[in-house]
């Protein structure tokens, strides 16, 4: 009977873990298969016991139910009940707006934000389609999801891995497993079991479902398929994530909610008092406290929110930021730390040599990825490379013994081949040695490619001369033992010194660098086949590079711009603690030299952890779950939280985090739809553009906030106190839906366009809890309230007691209300500053335009008969218009003197 035992498919972490402990035999037995492979029948039935190699679909919500989700919002709720008043009132034309703004957001917010969802089919997109198999001891091709436990699998450069493998045959075999470990450097590949406490990119005798072969030929067996490979436990982790609601929606929420219950009760009140203890008449009474519900009811706020948002859109696609969920921008703007990926993201995602190692000399080497320029350095000075003949050796060297070609494309250089043979390229263009001229004038006639067992790449070239010589690179230690000599600063040979290249690579090493040493042997010319015995302890040591993916440049100034703005950045990789240590010092992160590893991350509980993660700022050797549990600890403080990354390891904790941010360029689909924002250029900075833009949408935000509650406070102040004191209502309901129709949307979208204040970057994050309702814009609500009262019912009084008609006074009333609400917009626009300067006067084209337009508009209902019939206005005299223009400056200035005042017992006090 077929059987798969204790280790096989089991989902628990520990027992899918535990096969790259295992020995190749045992690996075999383990899952009752053979080099042979399995019998057709018993992978039929294999099948049918664990099911397709496919990832477990998520559950996805029908777009019918997706679009009535952009309702669900209580102040949709107060817009949709603001419509029925208006209808109530028959004013259609005003209801069909208000009905055209909710749609307008429902529409789209379905269209921008990406659901959660979609990030599960992105990853099933990354399973092989095909997979060469051996069955009844013949090779096949077959399906990827007919894939079971037990079958051989065979990949060759270029494949897709299509499921967890336990390799037992690797020749020259590496794998690339950036999507998984974040890791930019291919790693190679063995067969001999490892440390059951290895992390993943340690595995070296397993390959993951979804990488990708980046060179030579292996076999194995599937010990795992489906959801029980490491991307379908990333899968799985990932549909468990619980996405986080935004601050601003948490905060409209809670607003929405109490302003409605405030706004009913007071129409409750009022609707029994003027019934019972003033014996109005029900149906006026009922219109009135109508007309108080429209006057307090903002109800083109959630539209102007939409559409600042929106605007917020595209100016952070100007920036190469793409946003997927429209609240995303604004939580940007609260970021407190960013937990930023290294590979790719902080790096450059290139290979680059940055120093070389010779007998006499430790350079250093500048540039940007694989552009070949750049200086070379020896103890901060620059010099010329023919100033020293053995960096002519070496540059040669990595042109003859290396397989790969440099590419420029658009002004951009990239590599065609193996990264790391690319950035020898580089460093040999730098070295000013011409790589068309070196293979022009060396033939290859010979080659022994790199294979792990052997840890070494050799070549055997000729030239025109009859010279014959191999040139040889690899792993350091490797080409140690090989060599017998060295070649020193006169270009002369001399006793290989061991002890020196040993002292100086521990250097080199401690600064992160992947080291690569070269050798070279003159052979006679007749010499034409390249064998391994002549190799052994009679090659001439040139030197050793030590290459690093280098930080962006770009990135190192972003990061000392969040540093200023109060942002912490934090680096979670994959890679090597030495290498993420290396690179955060150069980007300038904090505590650079405090790095914590996965390994030690699984020995903290959730408290020590939380006490760890604001102390350490480098984490390495991250899997998954560690990334997720990093950014859930960090959020526990009460921090808001961005998280960076490409690979589908990024995934979860994207999803988790407050703002989730992907690589555009080279980041993985899984990454892209877990995500809230995209950068279209894969720069760190940008983020930073992001954020400023973040803060800029929250403070046009809280102008449009501010601008507005007092206006619609004001408004509803002027009917309270009528229905309280009896009084004729100086102004009447259909003025009211008129000044909030013409004011509310379009002096509200105005602010939208604010441009970014001075000191947006020099301001601490807000915290994530920081209400809406402040304490001072609450003040500033009963004082704006106070005065527009003051005024409304002081040129209502005055027009009375000239003897004017009340259809005048209230004519005049409704043009102060809006003249005032006018000159309350210009004080708005600098509520961190003065408004007393030219700047500020001069304001922005999107307000004069809106100004003019709504001038033009009270000048019509004002003098245009027509108009003049269906809002019951009058013709206003000269005079009395500059009297309605002087009661707005007079706001003006009571409040600005105010505010200055206030700011100025802010700083004594500071």
Known sequence: MDDVRHLSMNTSKNSVSAWHNLSVESSFETVNTSATGLKQQVAEERLKRYGKNSLPKAKKRSAFIRFLSHFH?????????????????????DTGVILAVVMANAIISFIQEGKAESAMGAIQQMLAPIAHVIRDAERVSIDGEELVPGDIVLIEAGDKVPADLRLFDAHGLSIQESILTGESVAVEKLTSPVDEQAALGDRTCMAFSGTLVSSGQGKGIVIATGGNTEIGRISRLLSEVETLTTPLIRQMNVFAKWLTLVILVLASILLVFGYFSAQHDFAEMF????????????????????????????????????????PAIETLGSVSVICSDKTGTLTRNEMMVASVLTQQHLFTIEGEGYRPKGALKLNEQQISPSEHSVLEEMARAAILCNDASLIEREGVWRTEGDPMEGALLSFSAKMNVEARTELALWKRTDAIPFDARHRYMA??????????????????????????????????????????????????????????????????????????????????LLGIVGLIDPPRSEAIKAVAECHVAGIRVKMITGDHAETAAAIAKQIGLKNSQNVLTGKELDGLDEQQLKAQVLECDIFARTSPEHKLRLVTAIQAHGLTVAMTGDGVNDAPALKRADAGIAMGLKGSEAAKEAAELVLADDNFATIVSAVREGRTVYDNLKKIISWTLPTNAGEAMTIIVALLFGMTLPITPVQILWVNLITAVTLGIALAFEPTEENTMRRPPRSRD???????????????????????????????????????????????????????????????????????????????????????????????????AIFGTESIAFWDGILVVGIGVMLFVVIEVEKQLRLLVGRVRA
């Open 73 to 93: 919002n209580i102040l949709i709720y107060v817009l949709l009940g603001s419509a029925v008043v208006t209808a109530a009132l028959a004013h259609w034309i």
């Open 287 to 326: 219109m009135s406290v109508v007309g108080l519900s429209v006057a307090a009811i903002p109800e083109g706020l959630p539209a102007v929110l939409t559409i600042t948002l929106a605007i917020g859109v595209q100016a952070m696609a100007r920036r190469q930021a793409i946003v997927r969920r429209l």
């Open 459 to 540: 070549t055997l070239s000729h030239d025109h001369q009859h010279h014959a010589c191999i040139f040889v690179k690899g792993a350091p230690e490797r080409i140690l033992e090989m060599c017998d000599s060295q070649r020193n600063a006169s270009g002369q040979n001399e006793a290989l010194d061991r002890e020196h290249w040993q002292q100086k690579m521990l250097t080199m090493a401690a600064k992160g660098q992947r080291l690569l040493a070269f050798a070279m042997k003159p052979v006679d010319a007749n010499y034409s086949v390249l064998e391994q015995d002549d190799l052994q302890h009679s090659l001439i």
């Open 770 to 868: 920081e209400s809406l309702l402040s304490v001072e814009l609450m003040w500033h609500i009963v004082l704006v309230s106070m005065l527009f009262l003051s005024g409304v019912y002081g040129i209502y009084h005055y027009a009375i007691n000239q003897g004017y008609s009340v259809e005048l006074a209230r004519t005049l009333a409704v043009n102060t209300l809006v003249v005032m609400e006018i000159f309350h917009l210009f004080f708005i626009r600098n509520i961190h500053g003065t408004s007393l300067t030219w700047k500020a006067i001069c304001g922005t084209k999107v307000i004069w335009r809106v100004v003019f337009v709504i001038s033009c508009a009270q000048f019509a209902i004002t003098y245009l008969p027509w108009l003049q």
